[in-house]
Protein backbone atom coordinates (compact mmCIF):
# COMPACT_ATOMS: atom_id res chain seq x y z
CA UNK A 1 0.00 0.00 0.00
CA UNK A 2 1.29 3.26 -0.99
CA UNK A 3 -0.17 6.88 0.74
CA UNK A 4 0.08 10.51 -0.05
CA UNK A 5 -0.17 13.12 1.57
CA UNK A 6 -0.43 17.05 0.44
CA UNK A 7 -1.18 18.38 -2.84
CA UNK A 8 0.01 16.98 -6.36
CA UNK A 9 -0.83 18.84 -9.21
CA UNK A 10 -0.49 17.27 -13.24
CA UNK A 11 3.11 17.18 -13.72
CA UNK A 12 2.99 13.89 -11.57
CA UNK A 13 1.06 12.39 -14.47
CA UNK A 14 2.70 10.42 -17.39
CA UNK A 15 1.81 12.30 -21.24
CA UNK A 16 -0.50 9.71 -21.90
CA UNK A 17 -2.11 10.43 -18.63
CA UNK A 18 -2.54 14.08 -18.62
CA UNK A 19 -4.44 13.46 -21.88
CA UNK A 20 -6.94 11.41 -19.97
CA UNK A 21 -7.45 14.33 -17.32
CA UNK A 22 -7.52 17.18 -20.16
CA UNK A 23 -11.37 17.76 -19.52
CA UNK A 24 -11.13 17.46 -16.09
CA UNK A 25 -11.44 20.39 -13.33
CA UNK A 26 -8.07 21.50 -11.90
CA UNK A 27 -9.34 19.67 -8.35
CA UNK A 28 -10.07 16.60 -9.92
CA UNK A 29 -6.71 16.67 -11.95
CA UNK A 30 -5.08 16.80 -8.81
CA UNK A 31 -6.89 14.16 -7.35
CA UNK A 32 -6.46 11.91 -10.30
CA UNK A 33 -2.27 12.43 -10.16
CA UNK A 34 -2.50 11.77 -6.73
CA UNK A 35 -3.66 8.51 -7.21
CA UNK A 36 -1.82 7.82 -10.39
CA UNK A 37 1.39 9.09 -7.93
CA UNK A 38 0.52 6.87 -5.21
CA UNK A 39 -0.52 3.63 -7.48
CA UNK A 40 3.03 4.09 -9.05
CA UNK A 41 4.56 3.93 -5.71
CA UNK A 42 2.49 0.81 -4.32
CA UNK A 43 3.59 -0.79 -7.71
CA UNK A 44 7.26 0.27 -7.10
CA UNK A 45 7.04 -1.19 -3.98
CA UNK A 46 6.24 -4.98 -5.84
CA UNK A 47 9.35 -4.43 -8.58
CA UNK A 48 7.08 -3.27 -11.07
CA UNK A 49 7.86 0.20 -13.15
CA UNK A 50 4.64 1.59 -14.15
CA UNK A 51 3.76 3.35 -17.34
CA UNK A 52 1.09 5.13 -17.69
CA UNK A 53 -2.11 4.00 -16.02
CA UNK A 54 -5.31 4.43 -17.76
CA UNK A 55 -8.55 4.03 -16.62
CA UNK A 56 -11.33 1.52 -17.60
CA UNK A 57 -14.33 2.03 -19.12
CA UNK A 58 -15.69 1.53 -15.93
CA UNK A 59 -13.32 3.82 -14.16
CA UNK A 60 -11.15 1.09 -12.79
CA UNK A 61 -7.36 1.90 -12.82
CA UNK A 62 -5.71 -0.39 -15.64
CA UNK A 63 -2.83 -2.35 -14.16
CA UNK A 64 -0.33 -4.16 -15.46
CA UNK A 65 -1.82 -8.20 -15.80
CA UNK A 66 0.24 -9.74 -12.56
CA UNK A 67 -1.45 -7.33 -10.35
CA UNK A 68 -4.54 -6.27 -8.42
CA UNK A 69 -5.37 -2.91 -7.19
CA UNK A 70 -7.49 -0.48 -6.31
CA UNK A 71 -7.14 3.87 -5.02
CA UNK A 72 -9.01 6.17 -3.15
CA UNK A 73 -8.62 10.00 -2.88
CA UNK A 74 -9.79 12.90 -0.98
CA UNK A 75 -9.22 15.94 -1.52
CA UNK A 76 -5.68 15.99 -0.33
CA UNK A 77 -4.56 12.51 0.59
CA UNK A 78 -4.86 9.36 -2.23
CA UNK A 79 -4.26 5.92 -1.15
CA UNK A 80 -3.06 2.98 -3.57
CA UNK A 81 -3.14 -0.55 -2.79
CA UNK A 82 -1.48 -3.46 -5.17
CA UNK A 83 -0.51 -6.95 -5.16
CA UNK A 84 0.26 -9.80 -7.05
CA UNK A 85 -2.93 -11.58 -8.11
CA UNK A 86 -2.96 -14.75 -6.28
CA UNK A 87 -5.74 -16.47 -8.17
CA UNK A 88 -9.09 -15.14 -8.97
CA UNK A 89 -9.03 -12.28 -6.47
CA UNK A 90 -9.72 -8.43 -6.81
CA UNK A 91 -9.32 -5.53 -4.32
CA UNK A 92 -10.76 -2.31 -2.79
CA UNK A 93 -9.69 0.37 -1.12
CA UNK A 94 -11.64 3.68 -0.10
CA UNK A 95 -10.50 6.62 2.00
CA UNK A 96 -13.15 9.13 4.36
CA UNK A 97 -12.92 11.86 6.08
CA UNK A 98 -13.80 11.21 9.72
CA UNK A 99 -16.50 14.01 9.99
CA UNK A 100 -19.57 15.05 11.78
CA UNK A 101 -22.18 13.63 9.07
CA UNK A 102 -24.06 16.97 7.98
CA UNK A 103 -26.81 14.97 7.15
CA UNK A 104 -28.46 11.46 7.78
CA UNK A 105 -27.13 9.13 4.98
CA UNK A 106 -28.17 6.09 7.03
CA UNK A 107 -31.02 4.97 4.93
CA UNK A 108 -28.88 5.71 1.87
CA UNK A 109 -26.23 3.43 2.92
CA UNK A 110 -27.69 0.42 5.29
CA UNK A 111 -30.42 -1.84 4.99
CA UNK A 112 -33.15 -2.53 7.55
CA UNK A 113 -31.07 -5.16 9.57
CA UNK A 114 -27.89 -2.66 9.84
CA UNK A 115 -30.25 0.45 10.83
CA UNK A 116 -31.76 -1.62 13.69
CA UNK A 117 -28.09 -2.49 15.01
CA UNK A 118 -27.53 1.49 14.45
CA UNK A 119 -30.69 1.97 16.73
CA UNK A 120 -28.44 -0.23 19.79
CA UNK A 121 -25.51 2.45 19.63
CA UNK A 122 -25.13 5.94 21.37
CA UNK A 123 -25.25 9.02 18.55
CA UNK A 124 -21.31 9.40 18.49
CA UNK A 125 -21.13 5.93 17.69
CA UNK A 126 -24.10 5.37 15.45
CA UNK A 127 -22.50 8.35 13.35
CA UNK A 128 -18.89 6.61 13.28
CA UNK A 129 -20.75 3.45 11.80
CA UNK A 130 -22.23 4.91 9.20
CA UNK A 131 -19.64 6.28 8.08
CA UNK A 132 -17.48 2.93 8.32
CA UNK A 133 -20.30 1.05 6.66
CA UNK A 134 -19.91 3.58 3.93
CA UNK A 135 -16.40 3.22 3.56
CA UNK A 136 -16.53 -0.70 3.30
CA UNK A 137 -19.21 -0.70 0.86
CA UNK A 138 -17.13 1.33 -1.56
CA UNK A 139 -14.50 -0.77 -1.13
CA UNK A 140 -16.38 -3.79 -1.60
CA UNK A 141 -17.66 -2.10 -4.72
CA UNK A 142 -14.44 -1.72 -6.60
CA UNK A 143 -13.41 -5.45 -5.57
CA UNK A 144 -16.39 -6.59 -7.16
CA UNK A 145 -17.37 -4.50 -9.87
CA UNK A 146 -14.88 -5.87 -12.45
CA UNK A 147 -17.00 -9.25 -11.89
CA UNK A 148 -20.69 -7.68 -11.56
CA UNK A 149 -19.61 -4.71 -14.27
CA UNK A 150 -22.57 -3.21 -13.38
CA UNK A 151 -23.68 -0.56 -10.01
CA UNK A 152 -24.14 -2.18 -7.11
CA UNK A 153 -26.71 -0.10 -5.00
CA UNK A 154 -25.43 -0.08 -1.00
CA UNK A 155 -29.04 -2.16 0.09
CA UNK A 156 -27.14 -4.94 -1.96
CA UNK A 157 -24.64 -5.62 0.96
CA UNK A 158 -25.15 -5.79 4.89
CA UNK A 159 -22.38 -5.81 6.91
CA UNK A 160 -21.88 -7.65 10.46
CA UNK A 161 -19.83 -6.29 12.54
CA UNK A 162 -17.77 -8.29 15.53
CA UNK A 163 -15.90 -6.13 17.98
CA UNK A 164 -13.32 -2.81 17.15
CA UNK A 165 -12.50 -3.55 13.55
CA UNK A 166 -13.79 -7.17 12.56
CA UNK A 167 -16.11 -6.49 9.68
CA UNK A 168 -18.32 -9.31 7.20
CA UNK A 169 -20.36 -8.94 4.50
CA UNK A 170 -23.63 -10.70 3.47
CA UNK A 171 -24.67 -10.07 -0.38
CA UNK A 172 -27.59 -9.67 -1.34
CA UNK A 173 -26.73 -8.81 -5.14
CA UNK A 174 -30.25 -8.11 -7.65
CA UNK A 175 -30.32 -9.80 -9.87
CA UNK A 176 -27.71 -12.03 -8.46
CA UNK A 177 -24.19 -11.78 -10.12
CA UNK A 178 -21.97 -14.67 -8.66
CA UNK A 179 -21.09 -15.60 -5.14
CA UNK A 180 -17.72 -14.00 -3.82
CA UNK A 181 -15.84 -15.14 -0.46
CA UNK A 182 -15.07 -11.32 1.62
CA UNK A 183 -12.66 -10.81 3.10
CA UNK A 184 -12.44 -7.49 4.94
CA UNK A 185 -10.92 -4.88 7.47
CA UNK A 186 -10.71 -0.76 8.13
CA UNK A 187 -8.82 1.08 10.18
CA UNK A 188 -8.75 5.20 11.52
CA UNK A 189 -5.44 6.99 10.47
CA UNK A 190 -4.73 10.85 10.48
CA UNK A 191 -5.04 12.87 7.79
CA UNK A 192 -2.23 15.54 6.39
CA UNK A 193 -4.26 18.58 8.52
CA UNK A 194 -4.41 16.35 11.89
CA UNK A 195 -8.05 14.99 10.20
CA UNK A 196 -9.00 11.62 11.47
CA UNK A 197 -9.59 9.45 7.86
CA UNK A 198 -11.12 5.52 7.74
CA UNK A 199 -9.31 3.62 5.17
CA UNK A 200 -11.24 0.23 4.52
CA UNK A 201 -10.33 -2.58 2.35
CA UNK A 202 -11.91 -5.26 0.79
CA UNK A 203 -10.82 -8.64 -1.24
CA UNK A 204 -13.06 -10.25 -3.17
CA UNK A 205 -12.77 -13.60 -4.54
CA UNK A 206 -15.62 -15.63 -6.47
CA UNK A 207 -16.15 -18.65 -5.18
C1 LIG B 1 -16.78 4.41 -7.90
C2 LIG B 1 -16.94 4.87 -6.44
C3 LIG B 1 -16.83 3.65 -5.53
C4 LIG B 1 -15.79 5.83 -6.15
O1 LIG B 1 -15.78 6.20 -4.79
P1 LIG B 1 -15.51 7.72 -4.35
O2 LIG B 1 -15.57 7.77 -2.87
O3 LIG B 1 -16.41 8.61 -5.15
O4 LIG B 1 -14.04 8.06 -4.84
P2 LIG B 1 -12.66 7.40 -4.42
O5 LIG B 1 -11.64 8.47 -4.44
O6 LIG B 1 -12.77 6.59 -3.19
O7 LIG B 1 -12.37 6.39 -5.61
C5 LIG B 1 -12.15 6.87 -6.90
C6 LIG B 1 -11.37 5.81 -7.63
O8 LIG B 1 -12.12 4.60 -7.65
C7 LIG B 1 -11.69 3.86 -8.79
N1 LIG B 1 -12.87 3.38 -9.47
C8 LIG B 1 -13.80 4.11 -10.13
N2 LIG B 1 -14.74 3.29 -10.64
C9 LIG B 1 -14.38 2.03 -10.31
C10 LIG B 1 -14.95 0.76 -10.57
N3 LIG B 1 -16.07 0.62 -11.28
N4 LIG B 1 -14.34 -0.33 -10.07
C11 LIG B 1 -13.19 -0.23 -9.34
N5 LIG B 1 -12.59 0.97 -9.08
C12 LIG B 1 -13.20 2.08 -9.55
C13 LIG B 1 -10.85 4.80 -9.66
O9 LIG B 1 -9.49 4.47 -9.51
C14 LIG B 1 -11.14 6.15 -9.07
O10 LIG B 1 -10.08 7.08 -9.12
P3 LIG B 1 -9.52 7.66 -10.51
O11 LIG B 1 -10.71 7.97 -11.35
O12 LIG B 1 -8.73 8.86 -10.12
O13 LIG B 1 -8.70 6.53 -11.09
C15 LIG B 1 -18.30 5.58 -6.18
O14 LIG B 1 -18.32 6.83 -6.82
C16 LIG B 1 -19.46 4.78 -6.70
O15 LIG B 1 -19.91 4.97 -7.81
N6 LIG B 1 -20.01 3.82 -5.91
C17 LIG B 1 -20.98 2.92 -6.42
C18 LIG B 1 -21.91 2.38 -5.41
C19 LIG B 1 -21.29 1.71 -4.26
O16 LIG B 1 -20.25 2.09 -3.76
N7 LIG B 1 -22.00 0.70 -3.76
C20 LIG B 1 -21.62 0.07 -2.54
C21 LIG B 1 -22.34 -1.23 -2.40
S1 LIG B 1 -21.32 -2.57 -2.88
Known sequence: MASLRGGVDESALLP???SLSEKMAPRRVATFAGGRLAMRRALAGLGIVAGPIGSTSRGAPMLPEPVVGSLSHKEDVAVALAALRAGTENIGVDLEVEEPLRVDISRRVCRPEEIEELGR???IERDAR???TFAVKEAIY???DPVVQR???FDEVALVFEGESRVAAVLHLDPPGGDFRMELAYERI???HGEAMIVAFSRATPR
Open 121 to 123: LGD
Open 130 to 132: VRV
Open 16 to 18: EER
Open 151 to 153: YVA
Open 142 to 144: KAI
Open 190 to 192: GGP
